[in-house]
């Protein structure tokens, strides 16, 4: 794999749509099917990859970036539960040097000079819960889901012996939110994978799947016979504050009645940071649970106020990773998968091996030019690792190994499809040849059209309900289905539905209801189901937001394609939008049969308006600039307050630039307000004018 340092641009933008897209596709089979294919080292391998990317290209954030989501969407098998507070996840550390940056980036951000005090707590590998308590008593719990919206599982937690039904002791809010992991110790989940095996039933790979089936069970009678375990950790809502500090809030939780690690530890400064990793590292192998890694949290409870968020992930916490583990295995063969807007991707098919504890057959090799990179032939005994514990990457071959006839790999110069179409190198605006090689089949191309109505009716998406993958594939090879359109057109072909088999009168109307709830849908889900690439859900909240009703959107969408100069910065000027998405969409409704499909599609449905911007705070829905050096807060600091209270951060000043907030050193963005008349303040004015908003 090339180095991210050594990506251009152009490479840059492929590389971050393959990964979006290949982490996507984990995160369902980890967190909804509970049947990872690969390593949690070969996943966070994929994540930390797309991070160095992100910081190296910050303008080419996608807004359906791995760093922006957090586990995946509920299973339909559970009525959903909305978390009062998301449950978020951590950022990853993999070194003593990204875990002493993240004690200097705490200072930085905090501006402080003295040592700060840290919980450091071992990373327990389960399937992570929130129980909400009102009165003490036990009233509803849920799995994190997509860290909004989770699975009820109340009926299930309730048969777990280390959850109390009420809460000992006293000083619990009347409202609260108790947050953990469930998991199984080593020596149950042997008894678990025995039995199972004795009665020739399912086998888990690993005590983290184990735990996360046991406990998304339909029937409560299966999990209360699973010796799950619970270790509580944190909280979401709570109606009144009840500690000062992470350290005193895990007190409560263990007077409370809960188990918590006693591996925990309260640290002193970066050097405290890098003794509790040794110490944990040397406790795990006798732990008799797995952990994979630590948790660092700032101790005290107002600075992780102060420090908040940046994106999915908490700026007072981060997760030490343990290292990686590898294992040799045989190549089998190499297969193309076609995706959604035609990349084509290798994947290895590999002879199973297990590797810390999960069984892997694939793996990906990402491109043409990293196989060529790797000259991995078929028969070549492959190193394989697993980054983090979920994803496979082969890191290269054992040539004395190789068989004397495995030949140099070709790459297909044309698609798998039945079709063949011609499979063709993608070019920059330069014209320089890009590592992606692309089928030119478009929607024609069977692949990319199942990968474009699988995207649409996706969870993120419109979210319909009973038309999966082996439905999209029959509908589509019957003729019913060729764009989201026919989707709602299903409705005329009731009578053909009933005759298939396995479709029965309930299937066929529960189908049919599903397709009519998603007829009205949110604009942002419009947005991000068309599936124009680099338009994930964060952005698609954005664009929707930023021009409020779908006929803005479209009116404004075909100027952009049209390159009108203003619809083109109206668009740019949005947040965290940049040059990749516009070229994208640009691209998109330039295409006369994407314009027909969005109309067409666009008839079937009410779509809502974007939800109005908050409106009850001196800045909400003001465009603010800030400039030159802050003295008070960081300029991180002033953007999450600002965004908080509902203003919008722009990095120019425009006409459209209603405050420029200008500190010492200020330069031309100062210069460009004086000149178009934009108000000006200083910091301290700032922070008069949001005081108490």
Not at 366 to 390: C, F, K, S, W
Request: a negative charge; glycine letters at 8%; hydrophobic letters at 40%.
């Amino acid at each position: 794999m090339k180095p991210v340092e050594s990506l251009t641009e152009a490479e840059a933008v492929e590389e971050l749509t393959r990964l979006a897209d290949e982490i996507a596709a984990h995160d369902i089979r980890y967190h909804q099917d509970d049947a990872p294919t690969i390593s949690d080292a070969e996943y966070d391998a994929l994540r930390r990859r797309n991070a160095e990317l992100e910081a190296r290209f910050p303008h080419l954030v996608r807004e359906n970036s791995p760093s922006l989501r957090v586990g995946a969407a509920r299973s339909e098998q559970f009525a959903p539960v909305e978390h009062g507070v998301p449950m978020l996840s951590l950022d990853n550390a993999f070194s003593d040097e990204d875990a002493l940056e993240f004690d200097a980036r705490v200072k930085r951000f905090l501006r402080l000079e003295e040592e700060v005090f840290y919980t450091a707590e071992p990373k327990i590998d389960g399937l992570s819960c929130s129980i909400r308590y009102e009165k003490g008593r036990l009233v509803q719990a849920a799995t994190r889901g997509d860290g909004r919206v989770g699975e009820d599982v109340t009926a299930n937690v309730r048969t777990l012996k280390e959850i109390p039904e009420r809460l000992a002791g006293d000083g619990w809010p009347d409202v609260i939110e108790i947050r953990g992991e469930v998991y199984l110790g080593h020596e149950e989940f042997a008894a678990l994978n025995a039995a199972a095996e004795a009665a020739g039933q399912k086998i888990y790979a690993n005590p983290r799947n184990a735990a996360a089936g046991s406990l998304r069970q339909i029937d409560p009678k299966i999990t209360a016979q699973r010796p799950l375990r619970f270790f509580a950790y944190a909280w979401g809502h709570a109606s009144a504050p009840f500690a000062d500090t992470q350290w005193e809030a895990l007190q409560k939780l263990k007077a409370w009645g809960f188990q918590v690690t006693p591996q925990s530890r309260c640290v002193k400064g970066a050097e405290g940071l890098l003794q509790a990793y040794q110490a944990m590292e040397a406790e795990r192998p006798h732990l008799g649970f797995d952990i994979d890694g630590v948790v660092y949290k700032v101790d005290r409870l107002d600075w992780q106020q102060r420090l908040g968020f940046v994106s999915r992930a908490p700026r007072w916490g981060i997760a030490r990773k343990f290292p990686a583990e590898q294992a040799r295995t045989v190549l089998e063969a190499i297969d193309i998968q076609v995706g959604r807007t035609g990349a084509l991707t290798p994947v290895a098919r590999l002879t199973p091996v297990t590797v810390g504890g999960v069984v892997v057959t694939n793996a990906t090799l990402h491109n043409a030019a990293e196989i060529e990179r790797l000259d991995v032939r078929v028969g070549d005994t492959v190193i394989l690792q697993r980054a983090g514990d979920v994803i496979p990457q082969i890191l290269g071959v054992v040539p004395d190994e190789r068989p004397t006839d495995a030949q140099p790999y070709a790459f297909p110069h044309v698609c798998p499809c039945p079709l063949h179409t011609e499979v063709v190198r993608e070019t920059t605006a330069s014209g320089a040849e890009t590592v992606v090689r692309r089928c030119s089949g478009e929607f024609a191309c069977p692949f990319q059209k199942l990968a474009h109505l699988r995207h649409f009716v996706s969870r993120r998406a419109f979210d319909i309900e009973g038309l999966g993958e082996k439905q999209l594939v029959l509908f589509s090879e019957k003729g019913w289905l060729n764009s989201p359109a026919d989707i709602f057109r299903l409705h005329d072909k009731r009578d053909e539905l009933l005759s298939l088999e396995r479709f029965g009168e309930t299937s066929v109307r529960n189908l049919l209801e599903g397709i009519e709830a998603r007829r009205t849908i949110s604009l942002d889900r419009f947005i991000y189901g068309l599936g124009i690439r680099h338009i994930g859900e964060t952005t698609a909240v954005v664009m929707a937001r930023g021009y409020g009703t779908v006929d803005a959107f479209l009116e404004a969408m075909d100027r952009v394609a049209a390159r009108d100069p203003e619809a083109v910065q109206e668009l740019d000027d949005m947040d965290q939008i940049g040059g990749a998405v516009i070229e994208a969409a640009a691209s998109f409704f330039a295409e006369d049969h994407n314009r027909a499909m969005v109309q067409d599609l666009k008839g079937q449905l009410s779509v809502q308006d974007a939800e109005k911007p908050k409106t009850d705070t001196a800045v909400a829905g003001k465009t603010v600039v800030f400039t030159g050096s802050l003295e008070r807060m960081t300029r991180d600091e002033a953007k999450a307050q600002a965004e908080r209270l509902g203003a919008k951060v722009s990095g120019s000043v425009s006409k459209k630039t209603d405050l420029v907030v200008a500190g010492p050193g200020a330069g031309s963005k100062l210069k460009t307000a004086t000149e178009l008349g934009i108000q000006v303040m200083t910091e301290d004015e700032w922070l008069a004018l949001v005081a108490g908003g």
